[in-house]
Nanobody, 119 residues
């Protein structure tokens, strides 16, 4: 069984910062990529940032220069600076993981964490 557990969301004022964390655990053989998506109220889920092993991270244009994705072993982080009201959304972690029990790679999702940017 593989799990992704997110933390770090909350309420912040415009211009503020938050750091999200997502830890993968369980029967993991390898992790190919880890990233963050978000779903604003009434909108579809969208890519925020993704990093692949040995590759250059990919960011949505709307967050370039403000958000930074990083990874330490099985944990991925999203440092969010200069937050804007339009960054308000539920943020989801996603990982491409090969599990030990079947050696098949598939996407796993976290439960989501709410980020609200408001004064």
């Amino acid at each position: 069984q593989v799990q992704l557990v997110e933390s770090g969301g909350g309420l912040v004022q415009p211009g503020g910062s938050l750091r999200l964390s997502c830890a993968a655990s369980g029967s993991i053989f390898s992790i190919n990529a880890m990233g963050w998506y978000r779903q604003p109220p009434g909108k579809q889920r969208e890519l925020v940032a993704v990093g692949r092993s040995g590759g250059i991270p990919n960011y949505a244009d709307s967050v370039k220069g403000r958000f930074t994705i990083s990874r330490d072993k099985n944990t991925v982080y999203l440092q969010m600076n200069s937050l804007k009201p339009e960054d308000t959304a539920v943020y989801y972690c996603k990982a491409e993981i090969t599990a030990i029990n079947n050696f098949r790679m598939r996407d796993y999702w976290g439960q989501g964490t709410q980020v609200t940017v408001s004064s």
